[in-house]
């Protein structure tokens, strides 16, 4: 990549950001339409992407933007009031200029004239809203510029040579001065003489003072009440707002200092600035904000980052145990510190690692607020647990998914509102996106209060496909189950299932791809809930480290009931690998048998460990049960993605590796292994 | 890159015959580890995973992807660390009889391959080049990758 396409690839990712950004405040707006800071980030943005689209030759885009900057400008200046017209004309701009992102400057005809049109949409909103307020312009536009009532004065003091002898210390009059407001002082020293000439006790010295302050030119009169006499003073208003910070100030203060010319009244007046730079100034004051507040590292630097720390948390604990081994108390003592220092060393990469799941929510506001819009449908949509950090490829492949769950909500989860009235439901929908901790998982719950998944139906369709015999009894849970078959469900028969398993088998399948689950619960007249259960894949997992046979194996504590030693008593008891535990029976697996180990001797020793995840129950029977164990997961890469037990690998202290045992995987294997249901579906998905 | 054509290849020794690999996609050469460490639920090429460097790589072993017998661990056993491309993802090493050496090769020498026999999963080669009087067949590293995957 050349230079030049760096910096395009670059300016495009920003945008996309800026894009993001406006977006989050077109929503906020939307039910604030009053909000002037809202107006001015969407004016920010705007601006950005035209600034940076002109630089980089995205001219048409430059261009586009430019006229909705327009709109916003007048806006801003309160020449236009937000009106919903107005958001919808702004999100349907917004979309047209990601398409100008993506594809430059290269449009077909069609969407020149699109691009032709929407422009000319702008123009004609511009003009029927410009009339509209112009009567209180010019009061507004005042309070904008100083919203404080700061006026600026430029005072000069040129005290008569005995002003010492009464004892004044004009110092002290220019702090007076200073403790007013923000001022700046020059001090004009072209009288004082040769060292050879000069009385100690003559005041030889000159200031003029730029002074903004909200006080009355009589307060800054009374400062200088008991030198009045004894001094020439000069106070002056020379503008309305503070010119303290202008640059042009600063320049004619440098200017005068070093020439030691007093300044004239029209001088400072000119340094006044016009508001349109006052504007720009805040503006960059903000922008700075922001770049302190956050950087932007490239994703393939943090990558770096969290491989380089887990390696060295690798050879801290060879370290440790070298230290352990040698009974060398310096070195041991060295080592402690290395064990802490990497500790949090690693604690911080993997959260520098992690990005919030809010980066991707606007995304899904947006398509809920269009798609209602469409439809006409009165949707809440609430979310919950925004804060929720994810590992960056997980948020990646989730959100594909997400909408595609979202989309099927509004288009077939929830009714029309009359339909909504009829089954004597409040007329507004509801869309719940939860997101929470659960243990070693995240689950992201969507629910919406629609008409629920009529099993009957699905039976059905089921049958009439051919994917299950007819009178086949199945539970609820295994019904449901049947939408994620592929070729289940396709778009011409949407309706006769309520929609549902339109594409889950997609769905599914991209949410195994980040060694997730998906799984759909639903009550007919309701509503529905697609649960997504996730695994932080990178981060530090608790792990309970057993073995079986010659390896060593994690298995992720959170997902652990109880351990009990599996006597051969209670294995002879039990039938069809079921056994019962405090009346409760329980299927087991023997982790010998499913890694394809040789088998247990009788003579020897084995353990049981209950898992459950949900409300699925599983007994896993190993060799021995060796410690507690907090260790770092690493991918096993795609090589080893189909062998379905081990989500990840960890390496030990010694070097070692050991599997980790991915529980939710190893509850699937056993429930298919024994599920009618899925012996009867034809083409099962893997 | 601009074009495909390999300069340097890597060769070495399974049983009986000499395979190579372009030498520019060869990240590491590593002794035979004490413990691979088994993924359980793989195919038996696949004889496991080692820790290169704190990332965890599979190993897949060249003799039964040859369909060859393999015997005990030889000192002279090794392992070709190889990285298609910089993404750790698909990183792989293949356990290899003994390494032979690295070898300048001129475009003009690499011969198709002629397949003299069925036994091996590799059917395809980027080329066979008469070196020392042994013919060295090199390695499609995409094919070879595609066959890991499945």
């Known amino acids: 990549m050349d230079k030049i396409d760096q910096f395009k690839a670059k300016f495009v990712e920003e945008s996309m950001d800026n894009i993001r950004d406006l977006e989050e405040a077109l929503l906020l707006l939307e039910n604030d339409m009053e909000n002037q800071e809202l107006i001015e980030r969407i004016f920010r943005a705007m601006h950005s992407i035209k600034g940076g689209g002109a630089m980089f030759g995205f001219n048409r885009l430059s261009e586009f933007t430019h006229h909705l900057e327009t709109i916003y400008d007048n ?28 594809f430059g400057d290269n449009l077909s005809k069609n969407e020149l004239s699109d691009f032709n049109s929407a422009i000319a949409g702008f123009e004609s909103f511009l003009k029927g809203n410009a009339s509209e307020k112009k009567t209180n312009i010019q009061t507004k536009n005042e309070e904008l510029v100083n919203p404080e009532g700061e006026k600026s004065y430029l ?95 600063k320049e004619l203060l440098d200017k005068a200092s070093t020439t030691n010319t007093l300044l004239t009244l029209n001088e400072v007046k000119n340094c006044v600035e016009t508001p349109e730079e006052a504007a720009e100034k805040k503006k960059a004051a903000v922008a700075k904000e922001h770049k302190i507040s956050s950087i932007r590292v490239s994703s393939h630097k943090v990558d770096e980052l969290v491989t380089l720390v887990s390696e060295l948390v690798i050879t801290q604990s060879q370290l440790s145990l070298f230290a352990e081994n040698n009974n060398d108390t310096t070195i041991a003592a060295i080592a402690e510190n290395i064990q802490k220092l990497s500790r949090q060393l690693r604690d911080n990469a993997f959260d520098i690692s992690l990005i919030p799941l809010q980066s991707e929510l606007m995304r899904f506001q947006r398509l809920v607020r269009d798609l209602s819009k469409e439809q006409n449908k009165d949707i809440d949509f609430i979310i919950e647990g925004s804060d929720i950090e994810l590992d960056k490829t997980i948020i990646e492949n989730l959100t594909d998914p997400l909408l595609h769950i979202l989309r099927n909500c509004i288009d077939h989860g929830i009714e029309s509102k009359e339909e909504r009235i009829a089954a004597g439901k409040s007329p507004k929908g509801t869309i719940l996106f939860k997101a929470y901790n659960s243990g070693a998982n995240v689950i992201i719950e969507v629910s919406d209060d629609g008409r629920g998944i009529d099993p009957d139906i699905i039976m059905n369709k089921a049958v009439k496909k051919g994917f299950i015999k007819p009178n086949t009894q199945l539970a609820k849970e295994e019904i449901f189950e049947l939408l994620f078959t592929s070729g289940f469900s396709t778009r011409e028969t949407v309706s006769d299932i309520s929609g549902r398993g339109v594409g889950m088998d997609v769905v599914r399948r991209k949410i195994a791809g980040i060694r997730g689950d998906v799984s759909i619960d639903s009550e007919k007249g309701k509503g529905t809930i697609m649960s997504i259960r996730l695994p932080f894949t990178l981060s530090i997992i608790d792990g309970l480290l057993i073995k079986v046979a010659a390896n060593h194996y994690v298995l992720p504590i959170s997902s652990i009931e109880t351990i009990f030693s ?45 898992i459950r995840t949900d409300d699925k129950k599983l007994g896993i029977i190993a060799d021995s049960v060796v410690g507690e164990y907090q260790t770092v997961v690493k991918p096993l890469g795609r090589f080893l993605e189909k062998q379905g037990y081990v989500s990840g690998a960890s390496i030990m202290g010694d070097g070692t590796i050991s599997m980790v045992i991915d529980t939710s995987r190893l509850l699937n294997a056993r429930r298919f292994k024994k599920e009618t249901a899925r012996e009867m579906i034809k083409n099962p998905v893997v | ?120 999963m590799i059917d395809s080669y980027e080329g066979t080049i008469l070196h020392k009087n042994t013919f060295i067949h090199i390695i499609d590293l995409k094919h070879l990758s595609q066959i890991i995957d499945n």
């Open chain 1, 155 to 249: 005072i000069t003091f040129i005290p008569q040579a005995e002003l010492l002898d009464n004892g004044t210390n004009p110092f002290l009059l220019l702090d007076d001065v200073h403790a007013l407001g923000k001022a700046v002082t020059v001090a004009f020293t072209s009288k004082i003489p040769d060292i050879d000439n000069l009385k100690p006790d003559t005041c030889y010295t000159f200031w003029q003072i730029i002074l903004s302050t909200a006080q009355s030119i009589n307060e800054i009169k009374e400062v200088f009440i008991f030198v009045d006499g004894e001094c020439e003073l000069h106070i002056d208003q020379v503008a309305d707002a503070s010119i303290i910070n202008s640059p042009k100030l």
């Open chain 1, 75 to 102: 806006v801003r200046n309160k020449k236009i009031n937000v009106n919903s017209e107005l958001i919808t004309l702004t999100f349907s701009a917004i979309d047209r200029i990601m398409h100008l992102l993506k």
């Open chain 2, 1 to 120: 890159m601009e074009t495909n054509q390999i300069n340097t290849i890597l060769s070495f020794i399974v049983k009986d015959n000499i395979f190579a690999v372009d030498a520019l996609q060869v990240l590491h050469i590593l002794e035979v580890p004490d413990v691979i460490t088994k993924v359980p639920n793989t195919p038996d090429y696949m004889i496991g995973v080692i820790n290169h460097h704190g990332n965890i790589v599979p190993v897949v072993d060249m003799r039964l992807i040859m369909e060859e017998e393999i015997g005990e661990k030889e000192k002279n056993h090794s392992i070709i660390i190889i990285n298609p491309s910089d993404s750790q993802e698909i990183r792989f090493g293949i356990y290899v009889d003994m390494i032979s050496e690295v070898i300048e090769i001129k475009p003009e020498d690499l011969k198709e391959t002629v397949l003299d026999s069925k036994k091996g």
């Open chain 1, 566 to 610: 599996a006597e051969k008593g209670r294995k002879d008891t039990s039938f069809n690998y079921v056994v019962t535990i405090n009346n409760e029976q329980i299927p087991y697996i023997d982790l010998r048998d499913i890694f394809k180990e040789a088998e247990r001797t009788d003579e020897e020793y084995s353990q049981m460990i209950l």
